[in-house]
């Protein structure tokens, strides 16, 4: 069956009936984004990428809205380039990346597709952890390089019996909870209310690191979460402590993780996402006790695919009706 947003988006009038061009003004493009998802963008809207503006800066007054995704930032010195723009769309949950309050000053709209991708992020929140703990990726070259022939592989750590603690009991954490429950853990969650829900709440992200053994981040990005997991928490946390961080890379004092990590303060670390994107040189990329990903949390075909139709989805009623569907401003 079609997901209801692909429905809706198909019968919006989407070309105009007598020349077959797009009845929305262009869009600029802000990122790069999978084949597949960018042809749909374009079966909908003219895109103009960045390269294209640059060239040709009088495309600057046709744009009408910006999609992107978020780990790309928008600046306002890009909003103030485009006199007609009025809603800037992001492919994914988080926008911390886009400068909001700029955006409200000049009444642009910004909308993110929340809830599609909570599935592929909470999956893979707990395919890190497992990796980490049972050590995944050292078994697997283990195998490959011969080593198993001279000696047994190293005994890892069980997830069963351990407690975890959420810092962001929100959309995605509670999916991350949905499916470590059945692991028999011990819940925890950090956040600034008290949620109606079964698990004990921590007022103080220390307090609970202290108390945990796990402590995944999926929480915002931005000023107020800004590297709230820092020396201090990652002490209280402690040598058989690790954390798992799909959240934003901005939440965690990377200097402080580094050196915890190489200390043993803390056992380990799984972490999708990082202070600067890619990844460049980082003492992280040569430390054996991480499992490292490349921002894919919602990096999964099908997901990425109904983020874009949410994204249109936005994009079609907000020119049609001047109301988006899932807006953040
Ligand atoms: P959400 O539903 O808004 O949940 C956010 C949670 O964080 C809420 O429970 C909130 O609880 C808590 N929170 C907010 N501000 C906080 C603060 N200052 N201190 C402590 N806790 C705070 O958001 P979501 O849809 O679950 O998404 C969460 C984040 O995941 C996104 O913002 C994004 O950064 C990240 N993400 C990453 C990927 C990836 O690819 N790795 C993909 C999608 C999203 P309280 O209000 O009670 O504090």
Redesign the pocket.
């Known amino acids: 069956m079609m997901a209801p947003e692909l429905a809706a988006a198909r019968q919006e009038p989407e070309k105009s009936p007598v020349d077959g061009s797009s009845v929305f003004p262009p869009l600029l493009k802000v990122g790069v984004f999978p084949e597949a998802v960018e042809a749909r963008f374009r079966s909908v809207f003219a895109m103009i990428d960045e390269e294209a503006l640059e060239q040709d800066p009088a495309l600057a007054a046709l744009i009408g809205g910006i999609v992107t995704r978020?780990n790309y930032r928008i600046t306002a010195e890009l909003m103030d380039r485009l006199p007609r723009l009025r809603i800037i769309t992001t492919n994914?949950?988080?926008y911390?990346g886009i400068a909001l309050e700029h955006a409200r000053q000049r009444g642009i709209a910004v909308t993110n597709t929340?809830?599609v991708?909570?599935k592929a992020?909470a999956e893979?929140a707990v395919g890190m952890l497992l990796a980490l703990l049972r050590r995944v990726p050292a078994a697997d070259s283990y195998v490959r390089s011969g080593a198993w022939e001279r000696s047994p592989f190293p005994l890892g750590a069980s997830l069963a019996g351990k407690k975890v603690g959420i810092?962001?009991?929100?959309?995605?954490?509670k999916e991350i909870v949905q499916r470590l429950v059945p692991f028999e853990v011990d819940v925890s969650y950090?956040?600034?209310?008290r949620?109606e829900v079964p698990w004990r709440h921590f007022d103080s992200l220390p307090a609970m690191a202290g108390h945990v053994d796990v402590l995944i981040l999926?929480?915002?990005?931005g000023a107020?979460?800004r590297h709230?997991v820092d020396a201090e928490v990652l002490h209280a946390l402690g040598p058989n402590g690790v954390v798992v961080n799909?959240?934003?890379g901005s939440v965690i004092n990377e200097a402080d993780l580094c050196q915890a990590l190489a200390s043993g303060t803390i056992q380990g670390a799984a972490l999708?996402?990082f202070e600067s994107e890619p990844l460049g040189e980082s003492p992280l990329r040569s430390l054996p006790n991480v499992v490292l990903a490349p921002?894919?949390?919602?990096?999964t075909h099908e997901t990425r695919q109904q983020m874009a139709e949410l994204a249109i989805r936005n994009l079609v009623s907000f020119f049609t009706t001047g109301r988006a569907i899932t807006p953040v401003v």
Not at 167 to 173: S, T
Not at 190 to 193: E, I, L, P, Y
Request: charged fraction near 15%.
């Open positions: 978020s994914g949950v988080g911390d929340p809830d991708l909570n992020v893979l810092v962001g009991l929100g959309r995605i954490g950090f956040g600034r209310a949620q999926s929480c915002p990005g107020a979460t709230i799909v959240a934003r999708d996402v921002h894919i949390g919602s990096a």
